[in-house]
């Protein structure tokens, strides 16, 4: 209790001492802060119109002086324009440029007006931070620059005439048998409004700087032919040699080769590139030409059937069709003399025959011989039985698939001296001629009759003008197959007149033909299906007798000799029955006609002669 009571008079003497303290110092502040406010306010009064204290432009200090005299200042103390370095460099190229040549400039009297400006703007509590720092610390105004981008530009363009470079696409062409490289080029082009954005925050900093132009580049399409102009040297290093089985060769020299290559941009994932070939339209000129001489029709194999073994015994090997391929063969030509090669093979389709060489008669169902025909031609020239055997020879061993139909002038082809034909006497119009050939019809009754006999459809049949009694000879009586008499020849004059004739069964059907002597056997092979023919004739109807002979003067003959060329026949109508069954039913029902005209005999005579008494000579009543 003596401790409480010991305390209370000691802290009541120290209040008013507090008291007096506290107020001292409320109005010491007071008085410093208006004394502050009354500096801060004279400031602005002594101070107006012209920087406060503290502010400095460049470095220089400007507080109280006029905007002019700072504006003046401001252009004596910031040389950077003048001074400055700015280095550009385009690789190993420089160029060294001051600012003011880039149109860099100084606006003092802006310069002046930012001077002016701090402690002069914003808000009462700004204006007096902005005051207080630049009395404190001082504040450093920076200068206005400008940039004339008109002035930039105009010096960039001038490093661009140094610069900018077009692209040039690479190229090869052949001058005298010499490949002419001509290289690419990068093309290149300063980006000149690019080239300031990179320039500008350097030299609106009024800093020093090393910078790199901004350069566009440009890569042709082609640029390196080098490889290319090897293979083109190559190409024409030596001739190209064009072969095929059974033609050619065919050689380019290396002149011919020239102006045959081309040089074509292939586009490709990474780079384009120029492709070395020949022109494909001149190729095509030259081999379209030569297709036809090239194409070889499939040919089947031909066979003998062996009466013995009745298997088939091969007479020809089989023929494989081949038709040019245009596009492969260019295509393979340009593939070969890119890679070096200079003999190339002709690119063909083939065509595999229906019946190869090694096929079976039970594969065709071959087994016998189903019909059988016979002419016979005694008292022919020679001449007309080399024809004979030579039209015949043409069906020997070849063979007639199901459902195909027979053109004999579609396999006789070309009948000429040529092709192993002589001169014979022809039926040609209302005459009786020599010309190559004549024999052939002997040909064409053989097959009619094997075929007629045979049971098969008969598409197209024509007549001789008149009765030839070649086709009525042979042993037997007339109405026997191998004498049959008259209406059952067939003539052909290739190719306005043709035999045709269809294998209508589910076999193949083989043909063998052979001359003995003065005749002609036509024998069909293949598998019977029990067809019969049951035929007949009518006989001659409208019976027109022969002209009176006529003679023809010959100044190649001798006087005193006389030679028949043709001979008189009667002129008449007939009609020929045949009913081709099997099973009893009736699968062809045909009427064959014919009509023969009367055909006089003609003799030949020598100038000078003594012909019979009322003999008809030409070209007289």
Not at 37 to 51: D, E, H, L, N, Q
Not at 475 to 488: A, C, E, F, Q
Not at 489 to 499: I, Y
Not at 610 to 621: M, N, R, S, V, Y
Request: net charge negative.
């Amino acid at each position: 209790m003596q401790g409480t009571l010991s305390v209370a008079p000691r802290a009541s003497r120290l209040l008013p001492w507090l008291h007096r303290l506290t107020l001292l110092g409320l109005a010491a502040l007071v008085s410093l802060v208006l004394g502050l406010g009354i500096f801060i306010a004279g400031t602005r009064v002594v101070y107006a119109g012209r920087p406060l204290p503290g502010v400095r432009v460049g470095g220089a200090e400007v507080s109280g002086l006029a905007p002019e005299a700072i504006a003046v200042l401001a252009q004596q103390s910031l040389t950077y324009p003048q001074s400055g370095l700015i280095v550009l460099h385009d690789g190993d190229r420089v160029w060294a440029a001051r600012p003011q040549e880039l149109g860099l400039g100084i606006d003092p009297l802006a310069t002046s007006a930012e001077a002016l400006a701090i402690g002069r703007q914003g808000s009462w509590g700004q204006r007096l931070r902005e005051q207080l720092a630049a009395w404190g610390r001082g504040w450093s105004v920076a200068p206005v620059v400008t940039l004339d981008e008109r002035r930039a530009t105009a010096y960039l363009s001038g490093l661009a005439q140094i610069i900018d470079q077009p692209a040039v696409e690479a190229s090869l062409r052949i001058v005298d048998l010499e490949v002419d490289v001509r290289p690419g080029q990068i093309g290149r082009s300063l980006d000149i409004p690019m080239t300031l954005e990179v320039l500008r925050p350097s030299i609106t900093s009024l800093l020093d700087a090393d910078l790199p132009l901004v350069v566009r580049e440009t890569t042709p399409r082609i640029l390196d032919v080098t490889q290319q102009a090897a293979v083109a040297r190559a190409i024409l290093a030596a001739p190209l040699t064009l072969t095929a089985e059974g033609a050619g060769p065919w050689v380019f020299q290396p002149t011919d080769l020239a102006p045959l290559l081309q040089f074509n941009v292939v586009e490709g994932s990474q780079a384009d590139s120029l492709q070395v070939g020949m022109d494909p339209q001149a190729l095509a000129s030259f081999l379209l030409p030569l297709a036809p001489e090239l194409e070889r029709k499939p040919q089947n194999a031909r066979f003998i059937f062996n009466d013995d073994t009745r298997q088939l015994d091969l007479m020809q090997e089989a023929v494989t069709g081949r038709t040019l391929d245009l596009a492969a063969t260019i295509e393979a030509i340009n593939a070969g003399i890119r890679g070096g090669v200079h003999e190339i093979g002709l690119a063909f389709q083939m065509e595999t025959p229906a019946v190869a060489s090694d096929a079976t008669a039970e594969q065709l169902g071959i087994r016998e011989n189903v019909v059988s025909a016979t002419t016979f031609f005694a008292g022919s020239s020679p001449e007309r039985i080399q024809n004979i055997k030579t039209a015949s020879s043409v069906f020997h061993g070849l063979l007639v698939a199901p459902g195909e139909t027979v053109s004999m002038a579609e396999h006789l082809g070309d009948i000429s001296i040529d092709s192993g034909y002589a001169e014979a006497l022809i039926i040609f119009g209302n005459r009786t001629i020599k010309g190559v050939g004549g024999g052939v019809c002997q040909v064409s009754t053989t097959l009619f009759r094997a075929a007629f006999f045979g049971g098969y459809p008969i598409l197209e049949r024509y007549p001789h003008a008149y009765r030839v009694l070649y086709y009525e000879q042979g042993p037997g009586s007339p109405g026997n197959p191998n004498r049959p008499g008259p209406g059952l020849d067939a003539t052909v004059f290739v190719p306005l007149v043709d035999f045709k004739f269809t294998n209508d069964t589910p076999n193949w059907l083989l043909m063998e033909t052979y001359v003995y002597g003065e005749s002609l056997l036509w024998k069909f092979y293949s598998t019977s299906d029990g067809r019969t023919v049951d035929w007949s004739s009518s006989g001659p109807k409208n019976v027109k007798e022969a002209p009176e002979p006529l003679y023809r003067e010959n100044k190649d003959l001798k006087k005193g000799k006389i030679k028949q060329v043709d001979y008189e026949a009667d002129g008449m109508d007939l009609t020929v029955y045949r009913t081709v069954r099997r099973d009893g039913v009736v699968l062809y029902d045909d009427v064959i006609k014919t009509h023969y005209l009367p055909w006089r005999a003609i003799y030949e005579f020598g100038p000078g002669t003594d012909l019979p008494k009322h003999a008809k000579i030409e070209g007289k009543d």
